[in-house]
């Protein structure tokens, strides 16, 4: 029998398993009662003829009633190759009784303080091996799907499904939580999410706490000298950008393994190989309920949102696209992805690589903005880490771009965000489109009257489009997606297309914003387009008002 403080810890453990295997989608009621689980005791009671002739694994999954995966779980990280022996030794002990197949097989290990580890195998016709997605071995309790198509390829592959909203926040919270226990200061907390998370991209950590900053730091600098297409002037700044080292990092050491654990809960190698922004969906939660995260003076603008302005001004292979405030490259990202879509040779993929135009003045985020273009298959862009305001820098790009994103910082006295969309607007050649996330009352602030008017004899506003109050949720933003057509000016005759999003596909539940049904973007996108063609507008969502209304 184990000593009662193992046995606390396994049951600790087997707790965590449940947990995990529950967030997947597993049910966790006994067999018999039309779930998914039965424990220990339970599996050769209800399966008599399993072949266990008394062992005990911790838990056996059943798909649709059937035996399917084998779970050991350990009291410590270090026996975590230990559980994922014995978990396919009851399977093979099971396969060899003759009556059933188990070909999956479930390890899990850990403790509180350190945090808890799972690995998985597949047994394949010449024997056990780690179970991978895009060639990276899975590091959570795999869905009913991802087992399923585990099961159809039978050569120890499958393919991992993108985390869920959910999934993204509690592995933020958590990992908010570690980094404030390891007394990081918060302007410091994007850096170490950013080399850990390029690490684990470039390899295995060798997560003890007296070797952990020194591994992280030389699969930093391997994954970035890799980037032969930047310059090593870049190259080396990134990596400072990146670096951890000094006290405040020291005292991060002991606690890296957990953070490491947390992201691997969320697939972090495999789920970047897919066309996923993990690093942006991933910051977005962190950045919205890491609780203490607001002094990190970072606008983040959801990626459902970057996409929706991606889709209405409609970038193509042909475009040049810029970000004069590019904070962690959403707009980029998904300009990116929308352009990779399009591509049909090589010299195409090349020519949208040289397409992509960023800046940003801290080094941190800028450094995020390259990693995350990085992951995305990129590692061209020209992601400046200089101010849009510098004229040296910005003139290499002055009237260049045809699509210009933005969400300017607000409400910031030194440099207010009209500042912002004319330096954007400068960035675009005649005709070409400007699609901003901006303070609801840019248009209607009477302190603004005087830069309206100077802005609409230059250029033409094409749309505005109110977006849910709670969008930035927690912090109070009320914002709007301007579009605008450059050095065009607006005429009397010219109509604005006028639209509110009431649902964009989330809500505010619990204190955080959880996925529902109903999303009006996909409508607003589609009627906006039809106006641009000249269309009338058919939905009680838009309106359009006449040029001479917004130039009073």
Known sequence: ???????????????????????????????????????????????????LTGDRPDFLFCLAGNPTIIVEAKNQAGKLKQAQKQAEDYANKINA?????????????????????????????????????????????????????????????????????????????????????????????????GAVVLAMYEGQIDNTPSHVLQSVNELVKTAIDSVQQQSEIIRERLKDALRLSGADFNRLAPYIGRIINTLNRLNVRSVIQTDADFLGMFYEAFLRYGYDNNALGIVFTPRHITRMCVDLIQVSVRDQVIDISAGTGGFLVSAFDAMKQQVRSAAEMEKVKDSIVGFDTNPTVWALSMLNMLFRGDGKSHIYNESCFDDDAFAAIYRKCTRAFLNPPFSQDEEPEYLFIDRAMDALKTGGLMAAVVYAGIFADKNRNLWRQRFLLKHKLLAIISLPEDLFYPTAAPSSIMIAEAHVPLAKTDRVFMARIWNDGYEKLKGKRVERSGNQIDEVVTQFHAFMQGKPVTSELVTTIGGADILL
């Open 1 to 51: 029998m184990a000593p009662r403080k193992n046995r606390r810890s396994e049951n600790r453990c087997r707790y965590y398993v449940r947990r995990e295997a529950e967030r997947r989608g597993w049910d966790l009621r006994y067999v018999g009662s039309g779930g998914d689980v039965l424990e220990e005791q339970e599996i050769e009671a209800y399966f008599a003829d399993v072949g």
């Open 97 to 193: 009784a003759g009556k059933y197949k188990i070909k999956l097989a479930v390890a899990a290990a850990g403790e509180e303080d350190k945090g808890f580890e799972i690995s998985v195998s597949f047994l394949t016709n010449k024997g056990w091996t780690a179970l991978t997605s895009h060639e990276f071995a899975v590091t959570t309790f795999p869905t009913k799907a991802e087992v399923e198509t585990a099961l159809k390829a039978e050569d120890g592959s499958t393919t991992v499904s993108v985390p869920s909203q959910a999934e993204f926040v509690d592995a933020a919270i958590e990992t908010s939580r570690i980094l404030r226990t390891a007394k990081i200061e918060a302007p410091l907390r994007p850096k170490v999410i």
